[in-house]
């Protein structure tokens, strides 16, 4: 790997972060709406409200305040909420704890569900089996999740009362507040676990008829055997790959849930901070959320330039 | 996840045994899950305007000089007493001996003056400054006293005085209120879990009485289908206002459940740009009155439960006069009245704020305005957008809105308001009124002020917005109204 071409990769990095900063904070202001007058309301007289411009920092001009938002963000320092009077870093840190355990809770459960379910459809392809799974699934993706969201509690909450009906207890309340991310998970995993079942399940059946499964059943093994020595592995590549961007959907149908459940999580914190036009909360989350994707990208570069060499003298 | 799914286990069982003991227990519970349908910015009532922060703290955190009981009447707070003096210009206020805020400063006459003097500062970011404008001085007679000049009589100070951006503060603690709320409530602010809750515990040196609840939860559940959800299953005990009145009847037909549909002071209006053309023309107005059928939008979009409204005042407060019959439903005579103005094939836009009220109303009042040859062009627009197009802007021809300030006839007498009404013979009269300190002299006044907007039809008055309260029928002492947006849980009590 040439340092010339690391450099680059580098600036082309640095761009991207300044550029997209710009674009988030340019868009930010010019959506209509002002913060000052969502504080004060109707009653609010014009020196009132730009008291409180001031206060809140937004009587300065625009090319300043974006140098004061970007240099803060190098410091780590995303700013002050403007409604919560808080550090949005405080706010994001808060929120992170429902959403991430949230998302990975809904990952997992859509793996327990799918990679299992997936293969044994495949194991008996054309089985009564077999079309039941591929029905219930075809069903799963139709159903839009917010509907069986509200479904589940239906039946867990009103009728049985087994599970919350919403809301988060906090993390020091302890085994309730697991208890009150069930329901929003299952909801959150069985659309995806359906959609995954059938790519697992068509994606196995694919490597099953490659060359080299034929050859291991022309070595003696079974077919069972077969696929799982041998095809599950392979089958298991376009999985990972819709899983991935399964992990973006799971974001945004975090928003949806999150309401549907009243979680404080970041899908609901990005929600009220557009509504209550809580500028700072807004572009720092959404700047974070584009660095993150952006400085993974430019890992997932490197990675494939150390795998395969040929990719080196290209940028 | 085989170990996470354990603990799930683990801890279902354990919460269902402790559901199954709960009965157990003899003592009326002491604590209260109040759900809310918006989270408020923070907890300063002096430095926000949305109705969720007095939701919470008014009279249970904060406490002003007066405050304000169920019936909307003005009784004492902070301050117990008070002369006037006969020119209506000199309020000399008694204190309450023996109060302290939560983090201990003890409440005088300095604070107050402090607390007053804030309000109209200069820098204030009150959402009511205007409240205070009347105020010339406040004075320190001594630490129970506090005199306090106007520069003209204003007849409704003591009930300004109540609102909840009016309640007392104190120096050391007013910057940090908003996220450290420090009164002299008989509650104090537990935790703020941010997009979840809000908890307050007793205060265990309240001044006053003491109250019955231990503890106030006010959890945000604001979808409408999570809020039914919570309520059907014990989550929450009480919603002060539900969030869809649709849900009503059920809630009705369950006797776990008291339903109080009361009053609040949102007078719902299809507010009119009054300085645009062809709105200028008061018989246009009128047209609009007449083709516009009340009943049916009440139906439509309160389900029946909105108190219909003829001009812009409440049913429930002083000086009321029904108008309700001056324009009734005749889409013939709204035709004969525009085309007299000379007005065909008018095409407006209709613009609608967020709220279901709103977005409902406007649908059918479109689908009313057609049969009267006028076409509405409904325009849906976030909160923020409509406060800077509409409110600061002016720039609507028609849009539907609810102005939920108690008692405000005054908003007709501004010059730069939205309406753009600027009448001269209502801004004598508001004047007038304002004045004016004799409740039988003031009664009369506002009548006629409620007949001189009806008459030209400044906006179309449709419907008071319900108050629309569900609680554990086992609880009592909630307000089933609302003067001020406010939850006052001081007399709340479980029965046993």
């Known amino acids: 790997m040439s340092p010339l071409w690391l450099l680059r990769r580098i600036a082309g990095l640095l761009f991207a972060l300044v550029a997209a900063s710009a674009i988030v904070f340019v868009l930010m202001d010019l959506l209509p709406g002002d913060p000052a007058e969502i504080m004060l309301g109707t009653n609010a007289r014009p020196d009132t409200l730009a008291a409180l411009r001031a206060e809140m920092g937004l009587d300065r001009p625009a090319l300043i305040r974006y140098a004061d938002w970007a240099l803060g963000l190098l410091r780590g320092d995303f700013g002050r909420s403007l409604t919560y009077s808080v550090p949005v870093a405080e706010l994001v840190q808060e929120r992170l704890a429902v959403t991430l355990p949230l998302a990975m809770m809904a990952i997992a459960l859509t793996l327990f569900i799918a990679l299992p379910l997936g293969a044994f459809a495949a194991s008996r392809r054309k089985s009564l089996t077999d079309s039941t799974i591929i029905a219930v699934t075809q069903l799963g993706v139709a159903i839009p999740n917010f509907w069986f969201a509200m479904m589940l509690v239906l039946v867990f909450a009103i009728s049985w009362r087994l599970l919350p009906s919403g809301g988060f207890p906090g993390w020091s309340a302890g085994p309730s507040a697991i208890l009150a991310l069930i329901l929003p998970a299952i909801a959150l995993a069985l659309p995806q676990a359906a959609i995954l079942t059938r790519v697992m399940r068509s994606s196995l059946l694919e490597t099953l008829g490659e060359d080299y499964v034929r050859t291991a059943r022309a070595k003696g093994l079974t077919r069972a055997e077969a696929l799982r020595r041998h095809a599950f592995r392979n089958a298991l590549i376009p999985v990972l790959t819709i899983l991935g961007l399964q992990f973006s959907f799971l974001i945004a149908g975090t928003v949806v849930i999150e309401n549907v459940f009243s979680l404080p999580g970041l899908g609901r914190l990005i929600f009220q901070a557009i509504n209550q036009r809580d500028l700072v909360v807004v572009r720092s989350v959404v700047m974070l959320l584009i660095a993150s994707i952006i400085v993974i990208n430019f890992c997932v570069d490197l990675a494939y330039a150390l795998v395969d060499p040929r990719l080196r003298g290209r940028s | 996840m085989i170990r996470l799914l354990t603990k799930a286990c683990l801890a279902l069982v354990l919460v269902t045994a402790s559901v199954a003991m709960a009965p157990l227990s003899a003592a009326p519970r002491t604590d209260l899950n109040v759900g809310m349908r918006l989270e408020p910015p923070h907890l300063d009532p002096t430095a926000g305007a949305a109705a969720a922060i007095g939701e919470i703290v008014y009279a249970n955190l ?328 509409v409110f600061r802007g002016k720039n609507y021809d028609l849009t539907i809105i609810s102005h939920v300030e108690p008692m405000d006839l005054d908003i007709y007498a501004r010059d730069d308001y939205y309406f753009n009404y600027a009448n001269a013979d209502y801004k004598a009269l508001y004047a007038e009124l304002a004045a004016t300190s004799d409740p039988e002299k003031r009664k009369a006044l506002i009548e006629k002020a409620q007949r001189k907007l009806t008459d030209d039809s400044v906006n179309v008055f449709m419907f008071l917005l319900p108050k629309t309260g569900v609680w554990n029928a086992k609880l009592e002492g909630l307000w089933e109204n609302a003067p001020l947006p406010v939850n006052d849980f001081t007399a709340v009590r479980w029965r046993d």
Do not use: C
């Not at chain 2, 302290?100 to 400054?129: E, I, M, Y």
């Not at chain 2, 503890?215 to 559940?221: Q, T, V």
């Not at chain 2, 009053?263 to 740009?273: M, P, Y």
């Open chain 2, 62 to 389: 904060f406490e002003g000089l007066t405050r304000m009981a169920a019936d909307g009447a003005i009784k004492p707070g902070l301050a117990e007493s008070w002369t006037v003096s006969p020119d209506g210009k000199v309020y000399t206020f008694t204190l309450r001996k023996g109060v302290t805020f939560h983090d201990g400063t003890p409440f005088d006459a300095a604070v107050a003056k402090f607390a007053l003097d804030r309000a109209r500062a200069s820098d204030s970011v009150n959402p009511q400054k205007g409240l205070f404008e009347p105020i010339e001085a406040v004075e320190v007679i001594d630490p129970a006293t506090l005199k306090v000049t106007l520069k003209r009589p204003t007849g409704a100070f003591l009930f300004n005085l109540a609102w909840p951006a009016a309640v007392m503060v104190a120096p050391q603690s007013a910057a940090d209120n908003k996220t450290k709320p420090i009164g002299t409530g008989p509650f104090k602010l537990d935790r703020w879990a941010k997009g979840s809750q809000v908890d307050l515990v007793r205060h265990p040196n309240y001044w006053g009485a003491k109250p019955a609840l231990n503890k106030i939860s006010f959890k945000i559940i604001g979808d409408p289908t999570a809020a039914y959800a919570a309520m059907m299953a014990g989550d929450v005990d009480a919603y002060p206002i539900f969030p869809a009145n649709e849900n009503i009847p059920q809630f009705q037909a369950d006797k776990r459940f008291t339903v109080k549909i009361g009053n609040t002071e949102g007078k719902t209006i299809v507010a009119i740009n009054n300085a645009r053309t062809p709105f200028d023309d008061i018989r246009v107005r009128r047209a609009l009155a007449h083709g516009i059928d009340r009943k049916a939008v009440i139906d439509g979009a309160t389900m029946g439960l909105g108190k219909p409204i003829g001009s812009h005042y409440a049913p429930q407060d002083a000086g009321y006069v029904d108008l309700t019959g001056q324009y009734p439903y005749d889409p013939e005579k709204a035709k004969a009245l525009l085309k007299e103005a000379g007005v065909s094939n008018l095409k407006v836009k209709l613009i609608l704020p967020p709220p279901d009220y709103a977005r409902r109303s406007g649908e059918i009042i479109a689908a009313q305005l057609k049969k009267i040859g006028v076409e509405a062009e409904l325009v849906p627009v976030e909160w923020a957008q409509w406060l800077s197009d």
